[in-house]
């Protein structure tokens, strides 16, 4: 909904208050301003003038050579292409030194040998769009009435000196799809007085009734319909001041009978119809429902089949309009209209959407319907319509209307009490403050002790309920004068617990580190049900299976990622990185519901990386899959809890996997599938992971510590021990780890050799010790002492000796 700053002061008054500042009261109080346009920002030094004199110019066939008075000492020459430009015309004159939209500035020029002086304007160039320019004017400039003022600022003629609010409206606030609706929101927002418009009656001592009649077969459709007789209307331009206003609002005008429906459609938010009388067909409006098959030609010139399901205004025998959408091409007031039948109705929303939807015509008339118009102001809508008829198109209103109205729509009446409100409010308002808020909504307020009993006008169709009248005291107090207080109990709504917060960082871990989220059936076949479990429990199986496929409840997630993993592998996807949190489900003696418990799988397989330009190719291997549960657990502050050790799990690799303990328990596992079971899947090397997100998720973890950069440097010796086969280098690099004492910051492994000089059954492992004191420089003396105490635990704990 376009609302005009300046028309909206004809309702109630805005002093003191500008357009911006308006817009942001507005929103506050529940309907939101999405913007407000200033229609001349920008523009300056465009006047009216008169064309005093039009020639052909000497060296152009298609250009004008003008003298024009724009109000100064003498006439200026200006150069015009527009083949509408004539002598005794009043227009848009851009002079020099005007700037126009798009920052275009008007200079003195010469075209084709003759000075311009200025421009004449078309409305396009002004800055209005296309689709609102008349059809007069489409082509051409723009011509004002004669009696525009010769000199005087043309924007402010125009309208463009005024500012356009453009209210983002919901479904429920139909009410403020008119002029009057936004003017009683905000005379309630700044406590002000809504001025409706005067309407007077001036009418012949003709009746309408002797000209037309009203029958309305459709009476739940269409409970109210009355039709007035206006005679010896003169067709021409409505005026501009008319014209402007539509044209903000983003209507474009077309003449003045149908520029004034569409003018009460803006003010009242009541759609309105004119038909002309002479071309009707009939003396008799009957209203129905359409026969099937039945066509009409609209005002589109689009021919359409109707069905019983659409509404259709008839002369008796043939539809002259779908009601509520589209008029018909027949009956439409032109040029030559001398009598017309002016409509105005209250149509059922979901039969004029039905309309609309069928047949793809959405028009401001069938969004108003559909939504809800007001039915008091049907009748004073249309007698508004008539006066300005009479006014600005020189008809005669006949005596009365032919109506049909066994409209009963009442008021609602709600009551509620002041503690309800400050008891859903959070607020402590007194019963004055919210007698007043209803007060300015210009509801009916009957007051019994701290009961309200609230009469709701019928513009107001959103309010039904308690909790409506709640919203309106709410917005209208102000969000912002609401308290703010925190919610008081064991379980905060909204808050992560503990677990739910480290699920929600594990699955970011896994995503950042390159595995994508996979969900898959927590349903098994019994021969997949316990493969690769991490407990050796029983599984459970279904009452009433769909398939043997999907017959036990599972025991482990990677059977299912493995067959992703053969899924996504036969349709040539063979680098993939899967992840996924689910639950695993185990049979229990004492209860009939299985125990759940949550973990964490991931299947891996070919490529890592691969950067064919610089011709590098990682294929997945064992530590690939370690690095990403490494950066899990150091996500969750359990790096230095966890341990591996080599282990044989069935339809695993016996080299190439180990179990994961976290403080000594088994809580997962990692390694490569077995070549056998990856040959049966026919898939390629894989390698998995399964841990017990319960266990990670309830280990306590240290608090944070710091330290600080050390300040002095640190020394390294490098170490390469023979030891037998079957020692692990986990082990040793534990005993250096313990030997080291203090001064050992850092112990890693960099070198394995098992080759032909090596003695049977032995191999050398290399490690790299880091030694650092952060207080001081540390001694040769220092190093080795604490060196050799390194060397003499691996001997004595591992049988280690030094390679030679």
Request: charged share 30%; aromatic share 6%.
């Given at each position: 909904?376009?609302?005009?700053?300046?028309?909206?002061?004809?309702?109630?008054?805005?002093s003191?208050?500008?357009a911006?500042?308006?817009?942001?009261?507005?929103t506050?109080?529940?309907i939101?301003?999405e913007?407000?346009?200033?229609?001349?920002?920008?523009?300056?030094?465009?006047v009216?003038?008169?064309v005093?004199?039009?020639?052909?110019?000497?060296?152009?066939d298609?250009?004008?050579?003008?003298?024009?008075?724009?109000?100064?000492?003498n006439?200026?020459q200006i150069?015009?292409?527009?083949?509408?430009?004539d002598k005794?015309?009043k227009?848009?004159?851009?002079?020099?030194?005007?700037?126009?939209?798009?920052?275009?500035?008007?200079?003195?020029?010469?075209?084709?040998g003759?000075?311009?002086?200025g421009m004449i304007?078309?409305l396009?160039?002004?800055?209005?769009?296309s689709?609102?320019?008349?059809?007069?004017?489409a082509?051409?400039?723009?011509?004002f009435?004669?009696?525009?003022?010769v000199?005087?600022?043309?924007?402010e003629?125009?309208?463009?000196?005024?500012?356009?609010?453009?209210?983002?409206?919901?479904p429920n606030?139909?009410?403020a799809l008119?002029m009057l609706?936004?003017a009683?929101?905000?005379?309630?927002?700044?406590?002000?007085?809504?001025?409706?418009?005067?309407v007077?009656k001036?009418?012949?001592?003709e009746?309408?009734t002797?000209?037309?009649?009203?029958?309305?077969?459709?009476?739940?459709?269409?409970?109210?319909?009355?039709?007035?007789?206006?005679?010896?209307?003169?067709?021409?331009?409505?005026?501009?001041?008319?014209?402007?206003?539509?044209?903000?609002a983003?209507?474009?005008?077309?003449?003045?009978?149908?520029?004034?429906?569409?003018?009460?459609?803006?003010e009242?938010?009541?759609?309105?119809?004119?038909?002309?009388y002479?071309?009707?067909?009939?003396?008799?409006?009957v209203?129905?429902r359409?026969?099937?098959?039945?066509?009409?030609?609209?005002?589109?010139?689009?021919?359409?089949?109707?069905?019983?399901?659409?509404?259709v205004?008839?002369?008796?025998s043939?539809?002259?309009?779908?009601a509520?959408?589209?008029?018909?091409?027949?009956?439409?007031?032109?040029?030559?209209?001398?009598n017309?039948?002016?409509?105005?109705?209250?149509?059922a929303?979901?039969?004029?959407r039905?309309?609309s939807k069928?047949?793809g015509?959405?028009?401001?008339?069938?969004?108003?319907?559909?939504?809800?118009?007001?039915?008091?102001?049907?009748?004073?809508?249309g007698?508004?319509a008539?006066?300005?008829?009479?006014?600005?198109?020189?008809?005669?209103?006949?005596?009365?209307?032919a109506?049909v109205?066994?409209?009963?729509?009442?008021?609602?009446?709600?009551s509620?009490?002041l503690?309800?409100?400050?008891?859903?409010l959070?607020t402590d308002?007194?019963?004055?403050?919210?007698?007043?808020?209803?007060?300015?909504?210009?509801?009916g307020?009957?007051?019994?002790?701290?009961?309200?009993?609230?009469?709701?006008?019928t513009?107001?169709g959103?309010?039904?309920?308690?909790?409506?009248?709640v919203?309106?005291?709410?917005?209208?107090?102000?969000?912002?004068n609401i308290?703010?207080?925190?919610?008081i109990?064991?379980a905060?709504p909204g808050?992560?617990t503990d677990?739910?917060?480290?699920?929600?960082?594990a699955?970011?871990?896994?995503?950042?580190a390159?595995?994508?989220q996979?969900?898959?059936?927590?349903?098994?076949?019994?021969?997949?049900a316990?493969q690769?479990?991490l407990?050796?429990?029983?599984?459970?199986g279904?009452?009433?299976?769909?398939?043997?496929?999907?017959?036990?409840?599972?025991?482990s997630?990677v059977?299912?990622l493995?067959?992703?993993v053969?899924?996504n592998?036969?349709r040539q996807l063979?680098?993939?990185?899967?992840?996924e949190?689910?639950?695993?489900?185990?049979?229990?003696?004492?209860?009939e519901?299985?125990?759940?418990?949550?973990?964490?799988?991931?299947a891996i397989?070919?490529?890592?990386?691969?950067h064919?330009?610089?011709?590098?190719k990682?294929?997945?291997?064992?530590f690939?899959?370690?690095g990403?549960?490494?950066?899990?657990?150091d996500t969750?502050g359990?790096?230095?809890q966890?341990?591996y050790?080599?282990?044989?799990?069935?339809d695993?690799?016996?080299?190439?996997t180990?179990?994961?303990?976290?403080n000594?328990?088994?809580i997962g596992?990692?390694?490569?599938?077995?070549?056998?079971?990856?040959?049966?899947?026919?898939?390629?090397?894989t390698?998995?992971?399964?841990?017990?997100?319960?266990?990670?998720?309830?280990?306590?973890?240290?608090?944070?510590?710091?330290?600080?950069?050390?300040?002095y440097?640190?020394?390294?010796?490098?170490?390469?021990?023979?030891?037998d086969?079957?020692?692990?280098?986990?082990?040793?690099?534990?005993i250096?780890?313990?030997?080291g004492?203090?001064?050992?910051?850092?112990?890693?492994?960099?070198?394995?050799y098992?080759?032909?000089?090596?003695?049977?059954?032995?191999?050398?492992?290399?490690?790299?010790?880091?030694?650092?004191?952060?207080?001081?420089t540390?001694?040769d003396?220092?190093?080795?002492?604490?060196?050799?105490?390194?060397?003499?635990?691996?001997?004595?704990?591992?049988?280690a000796?030094?390679?030679?």
């Amino acid at each position: 909904m376009f609302v005009s700053y300046k028309w909206l002061q004809d309702y109630v008054d805005l002093s003191g208050i500008n357009a911006t500042e308006l817009a942001d009261k507005i929103t506050k109080s529940g309907i939101e301003v999405e913007g407000v346009e200033k229609k001349s920002e920008g523009l300056k030094g465009v006047v009216i003038g008169h064309v005093i004199e039009r020639e052909q110019h000497p060296n152009a066939d298609k250009l004008n050579k003008c003298q024009v008075d724009i109000g100064a000492e003498n006439p200026v020459q200006i150069i015009c292409g527009a083949p509408n430009v004539d002598k005794g015309q009043k227009v848009a004159v851009a002079t020099v030194g005007a700037v126009l939209p798009g920052n275009f500035k008007i200079k003195k020029a010469k075209l084709r040998g003759e000075e311009s002086h200025g421009m004449i304007c078309s409305l396009q160039e002004l800055g209005f769009e296309s689709k609102l320019v008349s059809k007069d004017y489409a082509t051409g400039i723009f011509v004002f009435p004669d009696d525009v003022e010769v000199g005087k600022d043309a924007l402010e003629e125009l309208g463009l000196s005024d500012e356009v609010l453009e209210l983002g409206l919901t479904p429920n606030r139909s009410d403020a799809l008119s002029m009057l609706g936004v003017a009683y929101e905000v005379g309630a927002i700044l406590g002000r007085e809504v001025k409706w418009p005067v309407v007077e009656k001036e009418e012949s001592t003709e009746k309408a009734t002797d000209y037309i009649s009203v029958k309305v077969e459709a009476k739940e459709d269409n409970p109210v319909y009355i039709a007035k007789i206006i005679k010896d209307v003169k067709i021409g331009p409505s005026p501009l001041w008319m014209q402007t206003r539509l044209m903000s609002a983003g209507i474009r005008p077309h003449n003045n009978v149908v520029d004034i429906t569409n003018y009460i459609l803006l003010e009242y938010g009541q759609p309105l119809h004119a038909f002309d009388y002479d071309r009707f067909g009939s003396k008799e409006i009957v209203v129905r429902r359409a026969k099937d098959a039945e066509k009409i030609v609209t005002l589109d010139e689009a021919e359409r089949t109707l069905t019983p399901a659409h509404l259709v205004i008839t002369n008796g025998s043939e539809p002259v309009a779908i009601a509520g959408v589209m008029g018909g091409a027949d009956s439409e007031v032109k040029n030559d209209t001398t009598n017309i039948i002016l409509e105005s109705a209250y149509f059922a929303g979901t039969v004029v959407r039905k309309a609309s939807k069928d047949h793809g015509l959405r028009s401001e008339a069938s969004a108003r319907f559909e939504k809800g118009v007001d039915p008091a102001r049907v009748r004073e809508a249309g007698e508004r319509a008539a006066q300005l008829i009479a006014r600005y198109a020189g008809g005669t209103v006949l005596q009365g209307t032919a109506e049909v109205d066994e409209l009963t729509m009442e008021p609602a009446v709600i009551s509620i009490t002041l503690e309800k409100i400050n008891k859903l409010l959070g607020t402590d308002m007194t019963v004055t403050e919210v007698e007043s808020i209803f007060n300015r909504l210009k509801f009916g307020v009957d007051l019994d002790n701290e009961t309200f009993t609230i009469t709701v006008p019928t513009r107001r169709g959103d309010i039904t309920i308690e909790a409506d009248l709640v919203e309106e005291a709410a917005r209208l107090y102000g969000y912002d004068n609401i308290p703010t207080t925190l919610p008081i109990g064991a379980a905060i709504p909204g808050h992560l617990t503990d677990y739910q917060m480290k699920r929600r960082k594990a699955r970011r871990t896994l995503e950042g580190a390159g595995l994508y989220q996979a969900v898959t059936y927590s349903l098994t076949s019994e021969e997949k049900a316990s493969q690769f479990a991490l407990e050796a429990r029983e599984s459970i199986g279904l009452a009433m299976p769909i398939s043997e496929e999907r017959s036990q409840l599972r025991l482990s997630i990677v059977p299912q990622l493995l067959e992703v993993v053969k899924y996504n592998n036969a349709r040539q996807l063979d680098s993939l990185a899967l992840y996924e949190i689910g639950s695993v489900f185990f049979k229990t003696e004492d209860q009939e519901l299985p125990e759940e418990k949550e973990h964490i799988a991931g299947a891996i397989t070919g490529l890592w990386e691969s950067h064919p330009w610089q011709g590098e190719k990682k294929p997945v291997d064992f530590f690939v899959a370690k690095g990403v549960i490494e950066a899990l657990f150091d996500t969750l502050g359990l790096a230095d809890q966890i341990s591996y050790r080599q282990a044989q799990i069935n339809d695993m690799h016996p080299g190439r996997t180990a179990e994961v303990l976290l403080n000594g328990d088994v809580i997962g596992f990692i390694g490569q599938v077995h070549p056998t079971v990856q040959k049966d899947l026919d898939i390629k090397e894989t390698y998995i992971f399964e841990l017990s997100l319960k266990a990670l998720a309830e280990a306590e973890v240290a608090p944070i510590a710091y330290e600080t950069i050390p300040r002095y440097p640190s020394t390294t010796r490098d170490i390469a021990l023979v030891v037998d086969q079957a020692t692990k280098a986990g082990d040793i690099q534990n005993i250096i780890g313990e030997a080291g004492g203090k001064l050992l910051k850092e112990v890693t492994i960099f070198d394995l050799y098992e080759g032909e000089r090596m003695e049977e059954g032995k191999k050398s492992i290399a490690y790299s010790l880091k030694y650092y004191d952060p207080e001081r420089t540390l001694t040769d003396e220092d190093i080795t002492k604490a060196h050799e105490k390194v060397l003499e635990a691996v001997k004595e704990k591992a049988g280690a000796e030094l390679r030679g």
